[in-house]
């Protein structure tokens, strides 16, 4: 179903320039997202005893279910590797990148259900990670629906909402450093503040696509009526 400000957004140019402000979140995202799966991948081929109690307790957690963790963030680390040459303009000529975010967005979803079984925070974690993973799997599909009818512009659109919530796991690293720096005021350790640094980190990177989205269909709408008004 379109609705007007999908229509509206049909009409602009899909690779249209973004903010500043919008390149450098997405670029501190994308480079915290590779720093995490990296220290991940070592974390889990070379795991350490030392180091803080409650990072060595999560690094065991993980290694409990190594394969299945390998085989959620290889995909996601390609995913976020690719994403820049599908939704940046100066890219826009190189077309399979975009083509394989939809199977990698696939298995990064799927395997994300998986790993909510073992979720450190509980049924707060997990519940945001099926609400947010659900939405990323329905933003991709949307993505690739339109990209089969040759609607670039609403592909686009979906697909920034897609990328937008992936990345959203990046968001919620320094909201997990600033539970761990409060720990020792606030005695609160993994287990309690993890479901909540999901859920705002995920909510932080959702509401600033949805209103950079919103903000783009205001901006379609006055040109085109500064269009209408000036013939």
Same mark, same amino acid.
């Given at each position: ?54 990072? $060595? ?50 298995? $990064? ?123």
């Amino acid at each position: 179903m379109n609705t007007g400000a999908e229509d509206v957004n049909s009409c602009s140019s899909p690779g249209s320039a973004s903010p500043s402000w919008l390149r450098v979140g997405f670029w501190a995202c994308t480079l915290i997202a590779v720093t995490v799966v990296v220290r991940r991948m070592i974390a889990l081929e070379f795991p350490s005893p030392s180091g803080p109690p409650q990072l $060595v307790q999560l690094d065991r957690i993980f290694a409990s279910h190594s394969t299945l963790t390998m085989a959620h963030i290889l995909p996601a680390l390609a995913f976020v590797l690719l994403a820049p040459f599908a939704i940046f303009r100066r890219f826009s000529r190189v077309g399979w990148p975009e083509r394989w975010l939809f199977p990698l967005g696939g298995m $990064v979803g799927i395997t994300a259900y998986a790993m909510s079984v073992y979720s450190i925070g509980g049924w707060i974690e997990r519940s945001a990670v099926l609400f947010f993973n659900s939405l990323f799997l329905f933003s991709l599909a949307r993505a690739w629906l339109y990209r089969v009818r040759g609607q670039p512009a609403l592909k686009m659109r979906w697909l920034m909402r897609a990328v937008g919530i992936l990345l959203g796991i990046a968001t919620t690293r320094p909201v997990m450093g600033i539970f761990f720096a409060t720990t020792p005021f606030t005695h609160l350790g993994p287990r309690q503040f993890f479901g909540v640094a999901f859920w705002i980190g995920f909510l932080i990177n959702w509401i600033v696509v949805e209103c950079w989205l919103r903000f783009k269909d205001r901006s379609a709408r006055a040109g085109t009526l500064a269009t209408l008004q000036n013939k």
